[in-house]
């Protein structure tokens, strides 16, 4: 979109949130580059110019501005719609990859040399993958630097900074301040207004993907503790536990969302407790436990690591399994053209696809879930997370294990599932496809190899392959037309109701059939289309 200049000026001079994280504004007379929603008077035409990342905006030598943060805009919804190698390599450095294991282990995931993909990034995003990834580990250095009481020498490798001097040196370029400049700021911002400029900001447009939350009450900060104590996979997570808005753009149903993660919550590792989501997280360097509340303007996000240099990628998984980076307004306007499915549009709009923040763990669940009800899935999971899940310490509520990896499931006894014998062989194989590497679930995954690899094994049919591309793989275009709760959904709308009917009359929703299926599940009264009872 950033080289439709026409189009872009107006998105600025209407400072239209929708457009925060598809196109980034620099102004060529202030050295500042902001996001489309920015508060400030918009500047003359002829002196902006538009760019697709803030990398891109941070290599050509534009600082972020200091009212709009438009280093934590939403991520863009561009990522989610597409398949080629520049958006899986996009998400997979949202994930992380080139910080753990650089650029070669990015174009080693994606099967690409080195120099391919410095070119295909910086033709589409202005930015190669190492500025990409910079970029992002000073959006989450400022994080850490404003909410937490951490020296600066922890947060710059918590950040994923290989030394202090590249961290203060990036804190620098990209927000005009020095590291202690930068906390002393948000301190005093804190104490004449009672939380961060973003907190009292109070919308989803203005934060961003990980922004620090307004303090429970005076004097109450974010984070308390500061330092996450690093106990380890079996030890407590507390003391430390940062509070985060993350936004979105709206609008944003939170029923068949929370209701749905709530529903067909695996006992032990996730509950809805409070009014919260929680659940537990295994990551690169431990593990967290994270718990999402449904607010009007945002999620409010509150975290506790076992290790802060997991920050990052938790924030990344968390808006990954909420699905909040999605474009809910190109979503509706696509599917309302269809007139029987624009009412349940118009009912309910801004409906996202519940994720997963784990695509293995997910596979698991979907193959324990087959022909049986959702509680009898939730019991078959809840047995295998006792038996095989790394048990851990939730002294807030009452969450106990991890969910087993691949490699701990593995070599498991057949004879003590109790699934019929084909699903324990269907369960074993998917099991050791993951664990052997010969099956990728991802985000770097491509999704028709993974969708050929899944129906290749054994017990994998055309249900639990695209429930696996719509809920682990994030196919915005997964369709489940042999579904019995889509097909008695279509039946009463007057829709086809055969698969292949259904499947040629739901061309015309397309790339966003994954998100038809919310609005044609939301039809029935099954609890995952309910937020649950307060306090349960």
């Known amino acids: 979109m950033h080289t439709d200049t026409e189009r872009c000026v107006r998105a600025v001079r209407s400072k239209d949130a929708r457009f925060d994280g598809m196109f980034f504004t620099a102004v060529l007379t202030t050295g500042i580059y902001c996001r489309p929603s920015c508060p400030v008077v918009p500047p003359k035409a002829e002196n902006m110019v538009f760019h697709p990342s803030a990398a891109s905006c941070q290599r050509a030598g534009f600082r972020a501005c200091k009212r709009c943060r438009p280093d934590t805009s939403p991520g863009s919804p561009e990522w989610n719609v597409r398949a080629d190698a520049v958006a899986r390599a996009m998400r997979l450095i949202q994930d992380g990859v080139v910080d753990r ?84 700021r948000a301190a005093r911002h804190s104490a004449t207004t009672g939380g961060s400029p973003e907190a009292r900001a109070g919308t989803g447009a203005q934060t961003g993907p990980g922004v620090p939350a307004a303090p429970a009450g005076p004097g109450v900060p974010a984070v308390t503790g500061g330092r996450v104590a690093a106990a380890g ?104 053209t269809d007139p029987l499915l624009a009412p349940l549009v118009d009912r309910a709009p801004g409906r996202r696809v519940p994720r997963t923040v784990d695509a293995a763990e997910f596979a698991v669940r979907a193959v324990l879930g087959q022909q049986v009800s ?46 019929p014998r084909s699903r324990r062989t269907t369960l074993l194989t998917l099991v050791e496809a993951l664990a052997g590497g010969t099956l990728s679930l991802g985000p770097g995954s491509d999704w028709a190899e993974a969708r050929a690899r899944l129906l290749a094994l054994p017990g994998f049919g055309p249900w639990t392959t695209e429930v696996i591309a719509m809920r682990a793989l994030g196919d915005p275009d997964a369709f489940l037309p042999g579904d019995l709760g889509i097909r008695r959904a279509a039946q009463g709308l007057g829709l086809p109701s055969t698969p292949a009917a259904l499947t040629a009359r739901a061309a015309h929703w397309r790339p966003w059939r994954a998100y038809a299926v919310q609005y044609l599940w939301a039809t029935e009264s099954h609890p995952i289309n309910h937020l649950p009872t307060e306090g349960k």
């Open 101 to 184: 294991e650089g650029v070669p282990g990015l174009a080693a995931r994606l099967g690409w040399s080195t120099r391919q993909i410095e070119r295909q990034l910086l033709a589409e995003l202005g930015a190669g993958p190492l500025a990409l990834a910079r970029a992002q580990r000073a959006q989450t250095a400022r994080l850490l630097i404003e909410t937490t009481t951490m020296p600066m020498a922890e947060i710059a490798f918590a950040a994923g900074f290989s030394s202090v001097r590249a961290f203060n040196d990036t804190v620098r370029e990209v927000f005009a301040l020095a590291p202690g400049e930068l906390r002393a």
């Open 233 to 336: 996979p079996a030890g407590p997570v507390t003391p430390g536990v940062i509070s985060l808005r993350l936004p979105f753009r709206a609008p944003l149903n939170p029923s068949n969302l929370f209701g749905h993660l709530a529903a067909t919550g695996v006992p032990g590792v996730e509950e809805w407790r409070d009014g919260a989501y929680r659940r537990t997280l295994t990551l690169p360097h431990g593990y967290g436990i994270v718990a999402l509340t449904p607010r009007p303007d945002h999620i409010a996000c509150r975290l506790s690591l076992t290790d802060p240099r997991d920050l990052t990628l938790a924030i990344s998984r968390c808006r990954w399994m909420l699905d909040l980076d999605a474009d809910p307004v190109a979503v509706d306007e696509q599917l309302r």
């Open 374 to 419: 959702t509680a009898a899935a939730r019991t078959h999971a809840a047995r295998l997370v006792a038996a095989h899940g790394v048990p851990i310490e939730d002294p807030e509520g009452g969450l106990t294990h991890l969910f087993p990896t691949p490699e701990a499931l593995a070599g498991l006894d057949p004879e003590a599932l109790a699934l």
